[in-house]
C-alpha cells in the first residue's frame, strides 16, 4: 500500500506541474507509459509480498507441527530407551540365573553319574541274579528282581535278597545327599491263595516296605530319606506275556535322586 501511495504523490505532483509547465504530446504520451508500468510493477510486488507472507504463515506453521513432533518423537525415545535398559538388565539376571542352574544340573549329573558307577562296584556280583543299575531322568535305578529278593508268592527278604540290600546299603548310608523312593511293582496275573495280600497293589506295597523296614531298621538308613510305594501291575518293563516278561515286570525298584534344594530355592526366587 505504500508503494500505491507514493505513485499517487507523484503524479499529483506531476499533474502540478503540467499545470504549470506545458508539455508536447510525446512527453505527455511517455509520462502516462511510465505510470503505467509502474503501477503494475506495483501490483505485482504487492502480490508477490502476499504470497511470502502466505509462505511464511505456512512454513511457520509447519516448523510448529516439526517441533512438536520432535518433542513427542524424543518423549517416546526416552521411554523406550527406559523400557530397553530395564529389559537388558532382566535378561542379564535371567540369563546368570540359567547359568546356576545349568551348574547345578551338570553337579547333578555329575553326582549321578558317580554314584552310577559306585553301585554297579558294590552290586557286581548280584547283577547275574537280575539286578540292574541304570541312570533314568537324572536319577538312578536299581532295579531288582523278585527272585533275587523274594521267595514266589512272599513278601519275605531272602537271605540272597538281604546281602544284596545290605551291599546297596553300604553305599547309600555315606551318600546323605540322595533321597530314596522304594517302589513295588508286578505282574498282571491275578493273585491266589495269599492269604492277606488280596492283590497286586497289596503284593506291590507290602515288598516295597518289606524293603524299607529293612533298609532302614537292619542296615540303619536314615527312614527320613525314604519313601515307600506300590505300583501294582500298571508301570510293566515288558509287556509281552512271556515268562521272561513277566519276571521283568515283577521287581523293586530303587529310585536314588539327589537332593536338589539348591536348585528348587534358586528357580523359586
Known sequence: MKFRHLILAFFLLAAALQSCVIMSPKKHKALLAERDSLAARTTTLEDQVAKLMADTSKIRQELAQLKANYASLNKNFDASSSKVTQLSSDLQKREARLKEVEEILRKRDEATNALKEKLQKALLGFQQSGLTVDIRNGKVYVSLTDKLLFPSGSIVIDEKGKQALKQLAAVLNKEADINIAVEGHT?????????????????????ATSVTRYLTETENVDPHR???????????????????????NRRIEIVLSPKLDELYNLISK
Open 187 to 207: 505282574d498282571d496275573k491275578k493273585i491266589k491263595n495269599l492269604g492277606q495280600i488280596k492283590d497286586n497293589w497289596d503284593l506291590s506295597v507290602l515288598r
Open 226 to 248: 525314604l519313601t515307600a510305594t506300590g505300583k501294582g501291575e500298571f508301570q510293566p518293563i515288558d509287556p509281552a506275556q512271556t515268562p521272561e516278561a513277566l519276571s521283568k
